[in-house]
T-cell receptor, first 113, second 114 residues
Framework: GAGVSQTPSNKVTEKGKYVELRCDPI?????LYWYRQSLGQGPEFLIY????????DSGLPNDRFFAVRPEGSVSTLKIQRTERGDSAVYLC???????????FGEGSRLTVL | AQSVSQHNHHVILSEAASLELGCNYS??????LFWYVQYPGQHLQLLLK????DPLVKGIKGFEAEFIKSKFSFNLRKPSVQWSDTAEYFC????????????WGLGTSLAVNP
């Protein structure tokens, strides 16, 4: 597609469950970012990929959060043993290597009950 | 550490009023600067960006921003707002030397009354 695609758009889960969120970036974009956004806040950086490798994962809040990008395109954000505080909109963005401009997806709204 | 400060958290204007949203950043090196907009129920979209050159940058929908290096500022302006400009506006800064993470402000919620 033309833009960044994220699935699911909405996910409701119970505390303690495992969740996967998927991001399909714009074709040819080598950089991929995960952010999360809570109501009334700016995006909070989680992790950044350049190609297949995580170039900066300093924003992952704890070891329950993990992200992969095995073939340098689609990325999956994985959250284990979800907690109510994980509820947020998880944003994915991609960027051409030399641009720095981020193109965002619609986000995946995660609600942990 | 880098940080971005947006001074106005909530702004309410009438249509045709002029808009200026403040953004200041703290970083000593060369920066790239961005304003993003998030319309209700939609994803973040780029309004405009500054990398180098003319410090007065024009973006989409009549928005512009001026980079004042001495003041570490990148304020967003629009001479006459419309009801459709109602949205959340985010200022963001990046170290120009690498393609790593943007540092975001907390955002300004703009409501334009018809």
């Amino acid at each position: 597609g033309a833009g960044v695609s994220q699935t699911p758009s909405n996910k409701v889960t119970e505390k303690g469950k495992y969740v996967e969120l998927r991001c399909d970036p714009i074709s040819g974009h080598t950089a991929l970012y995960w952010y999360r956004q809570s109501l009334g806040q700016g995006p909070e950086f989680l992790i950044y990929f350049q190609g297949t490798g995580a170039a900066d994962d300093s924003g992952l809040p704890n070891d329950r959060f993990f992200a992969v990008r095995p073939e340098g395109s689609v990325s999956t954000l994985k959250i284990q043993r979800t907690e109510r505080g994980d509820s947020a909109v998880y944003l994915c963005a991609s960027s051409p290597r030399t641009s720095g401009e981020l193109f965002f997806g619609e986000g995946s709204r995660l609600t942990v009950l | 550490a880098q940080s971005v400060s947006q001074h106005n958290h909530h702004v309410i204007l009438s249509e045709a009023a002029s808009l200026e949203l403040g953004c200041n950043y703290s970083y000593g090196g060369t920066v790239n600067l961005f304003w993003y907009v998030q319309y209700p129920g939609q994803h973040l979209q780029l309004l405009l960006k500054y990398f180098s050159g003319d410090p007065l940058v024009k973006g989409i929908k009549g928005f512009e921003a001026e980079f004042i290096k001495s003041k570490f500022s990148f304020n967003l302006r629009k001479p006459s707002v419309q009801w459709s400009d109602t949205a959340e506006y985010f200022c963001a800064v990046k170290d120009a030397g690498n393609n790593r993470k943007l540092i975001w402000g907390l955002g300004t919620s703009l409501a334009v009354n018809p």
